[in-house]
Structures are given as structure tokens and as C-alpha cells.
């Protein structure tokens, strides 16, 4: 089993930058790719951004030039980076363990508890 405890979330006004952290701890000899997700209200969860264990990075099209996924595999930690806040990216946001499958993120059923990412216009 593996746990996932996020933090960084904050509420930031619009063009501001936060940055969340998601360490994993247990059974980490099994984590392949992480992610992130996040949800808002009323929408469904998406998948925001992942990166494989050899640094190969995925974005949604809508965070890609402001959101910079990173890790450090030595201690089992996730980050995102994010710049250039809009209101649209309100939301609750998931760490995610998953693999790569021909160069696609397929999260697994692992989450964090989330962290509340706010956004004011």
C-alpha cells in the first residue's frame, strides 16, 4: 500500500503562482508514474499532468506553458508548479500514482486526500 499527502494549496488571486508538494510513503518500490488531477465543482475529475519515472512529462492542453510538473525520486515526491493562476483553475486537487502505456498516463487507483487550489478574479 502506498499513502499520498498533498500540500501547497492556498488561495491566490489571478497571475499568482502556487506550488504543491505530494509525498508518497509505504510500499514506494512499486511507484511508476505520478500525477496530478484536480476536480471542480459540478465537473468531472480530469487529469491536469503527469510525469513517468524517467522525467517524461504530460499536460492538459489548458495548463501547458503555465504548470510544470517535476519529482524527486529519492523522496518519493511529486510537485506542481503553477504560474499564471486564472479563476478557471479553481479546484481540488489529486496526487496520483499511475504508468505510461504508449506515451499515455493511465492514473491508478491511488489518490491523496486533496488539496483546495482557490483562484480570485
Known amino acids: 500500500q502506498v499513502q499520498l499527502v498533498e500540500s501547497g494549496g492556498g488561495l491566490v488571486q489571478a497571475g499568482g503562482s502556487l506550488r504543491l508538494s505530494c509525498a508518497a510513503s509505504?510500499?514506494?518500490?512499486?511507484?511508476?508514474?505520478m500525477g496530478w488531477y484536480r476536480q471542480a465543482p459540478g465537473k468531472q475529475r480530469e487529469l491536469v499532468a503527469a510525469?513517468?519515472?524517467?522525467?517524461?512529462?504530460t499536460y492538459v492542453g489548458s495548463v501547458k506553458g503555465r504548470f510544470t510538473i517535476s519529482r524527486d525520486n529519492a523522496k518519493n515526491t511529486v510537485y506542481l508548479q503553477m504560474n499564471s493562476l486564472k479563476p478557471e483553475d479553481t479546484a481540488v486537487y489529486y496526487c496520483?500514482?499511475?504508468?505510461?502505456?504508449?506515451?499515455?498516463?493511465?492514473?491508478?487507483?491511488?489518490w491523496g486526500q486533496g488539496t483546495q487550489v482557490t483562484v480570485s478574479s
Open positions: 509505504g510500499s514506494t518500490a512499486s511507484i511508476n508514474a
Open positions: 496520483n500514482l499511475g504508468d505510461y502505456y504508449s506515451g499515455r498516463y493511465l492514473g491508478r487507483d491511488y
Open positions: 510525469i513517468s519515472k524517467v522525467g517524461i512529462t
